[in-house]
Antibody, heavy 119, light 111 residues
Framework: EEQLVQSAAEVKKAGESLKISCKGS????????IAWVRQMPGKGLEWMGI????????RYSPSFQGQVTISADKSISTAFLEWSSLKASDTAMYYC????????????WGQGTTVIVSS | QSVLTQPPSVSAAPGQKVTISCSGS????????VSWYQQLPGTAPKLLIY???KRPSGIPDRFSGSKSGTSATLGITGLQTGDEADYYC????????????FGGGTRVTVL
């Protein structure tokens, strides 16, 4: 079964760093893009950025450029989303999802990682 | 303010049909494929439609997608109580800083 499994929920303080993960299985992890999507409490979906694990080609939404870092380690079929200094406004659910090309649909989704940041 | 515009809510009785619109521009819907997602309460989104009108395996044909110019539409026929959810359109935007974009979401209520 093709799936993405995300790391567990995190509770952090403002100013701390954090790296959450998204592990792919059941398919060639290096041949598909992985997107990260934010959903703040009670709000809609926001596209954050995308990475191609095969060559680590990465693109960011202007809204998230410089605020987060997206990376991948193809040797362990895992993509990451990282913050160097969390803010209370980073409190949200974060999803990773897989797509074949930029304008392809997000066919496979992770279960989501809840991040709670206290001020 | 989302790049793609959806109505906040639509409603209909069981068995009826609803349509959800998604309005964009030439740089996103007008140029790239549109996808639609269903998010049931407390769950991750699920792909309903990709490439404007294709259904992944397992998605019933009660769900359909179409596109014309810079607008797309999701149709749901034979509405069921289990269809109560938030629905989002999404696509790629090919502007100077290209990236993915979503609509603001539409809550479907089964009366």
């Amino acid at each position: 079964e093709e799936q993405l499994v995300q790391s567990a929920a995190e509770v952090k303080k403002a100013g701390e760093s954090l790296k959450i993960s998204c592990k792919g299985s059941g398919y060639d992890f290096t041949s598909y893009w992985i997107a990260w999507v934010r959903q703040m409490p009670g709000k809609g979906l926001e596209w954050m950025g995308i990475i191609y694990p095969g060559d680590s080609d990465t693109r960011y939404s202007p809204s998230f450029q410089g605020q987060v870092t997206i990376s991948a380690d193809k040797s362990i079929s895992t993509a990451f989303l990282e913050w160097s200094s969390l803010k209370a406004s980073d409190t949200a659910m974060y999803y990773c999802a897989r797509q074949t090309s930029w304008d392809d649909g997000l066919h496979v989704w992770g279960q989501g990682t809840t991040v709670i940041v206290s001020s | 303010q989302s790049v793609l515009t959806q109505p906040p809510s639509v409603s209909a009785a069981p068995g009826q049909k609803v349509t959800i619109s998604c309005s964009g521009s030439i740089s996103n819907i007008g140029t790239n494929y549109v996808s639609w997602y269903q998010q049931l309460p407390g769950t991750a989104p699920k792909l309903l439609i990709y490439d404007d009108n294709k259904r992944p395996s397992g998605i019933p044909d009660r769900f359909s997608g179409s596109k014309s110019g810079t607008s797309a539409t999701l149709g749901i026929t034979g509405l069921q109580t289990g269809d109560e959810a938030d629905y989002y359109c999404g696509t790629w935007d090919s502007r100077l800083n290209p990236g993915g974009v979503f609509g603001g979401g539409t809550r479907v209520t089964v009366l």
